[in-house]
């Protein structure tokens, strides 16, 4: 791989981890008190959506620069997530460990929740259970996607 398109790659990835830092930040802003305030709960909700949506942008990034296509558009938003934690030899390396990939799962799972939601009413408790997940998601990603780019560094 040539250090331009390297380097193309590189600052599409430091970009999205930017957004994704953004992202942290306003959750963090948000997070006291949104179990005794509706509108707090409503825009933490928001941005745990964001984030995924963030997550995913990031991985479209990667897909789009190493593997080109993601299959089965009914459930390209799982294929794409565990497209990033596979190891594809002689491609890329994962981008994501086990307990990463799990934790997006989850938020995965609570954005889609979110997104079809207008019928239904945002738990506290639940969102709080996301949320505490998503902070231990804060502690990991940023290692492994260092940790990937140093390994097509090396490809």
Not at 61 to 68: L, S, V, Y
Not at 121 to 143: A, D, H, P, Q, W
Request: glycine share 4%; charged share 35%; aromatic share 10%.
């Amino acid at each position: 791989m040539d250090k331009g398109t390297l380097s193309v790659l590189e600052a599409d990835v430091r970009a999205q981890l930017a957004e994704i830092q953004g992202i942290y930040e306003r959750l963090e802003e948000r997070e006291e008190g949104f179990e005794r305030d509706a509108m707090r709960l409503e825009s933490l909700s928001y941005q745990l959506h964001n984030l995924f949506c963030a997550f995913e942008d990031l991985f479209e990034i990667i897909a789009a620069f190493f593997e080109n296509s993601i299959g089965d558009r009914s459930r390209w938003h799982i294929e794409l997530l565990k497209r990033m934690r596979e190891d594809i030899e002689g491609i890329r390396p994962a981008l994501l460990s086990k307990e990463s990939f799990l934790l997006l799962d989850e938020l995965r799972a609570f954005r889609h929740f979110f997104r079809h939601a207008y019928a239904s009413r945002l738990e506290s408790e639940k969102v709080r259970i996301v949320l505490n997940k998503t902070m231990r998601l804060r502690k990991s990603y940023k290692g492994e996607v260092e940790r990937f780019l140093s390994a097509v560094k090396q490809m």
